[in-house]
């Protein structure tokens, strides 16, 4: 995945196997990386901020 490219919840969510309230909810949390938004109703996410925050998920699961 290009890490440029921009990602709306939908797809995160597909990527993640998780709910959308569950991405909202640790983006409200602080757990998952803030949006960048384009008007009321769009949020967008870089790529390559996503692959980061997966990254960070898969280390925390290995140490535990």
């Known amino acids: 995945m ?3 490219m921009l990602l709306r919840a939908k ?3 597909n990527l993640l196997s998780i709910g959308r309230s569950t991405w909202w909810a640790w983006v409200k949390e602080g757990k998952a990386p803030a949006g960048i938004r384009f008007g009321n ?3 967008v996410w870089r790529a ?3 692959q980061a925050f997966i990254a960070g998920m898969a280390k925390k699961g ?3």
């Open 2 to 4: 290009d890490s440029s």
């Open 11 to 13: 797809q995160i969510v």
């Open 41 to 43: 109703r769009i949020t």
């Open 48 to 50: 390559g901020d996503i």
């Open 62 to 64: 290995a140490e535990a």
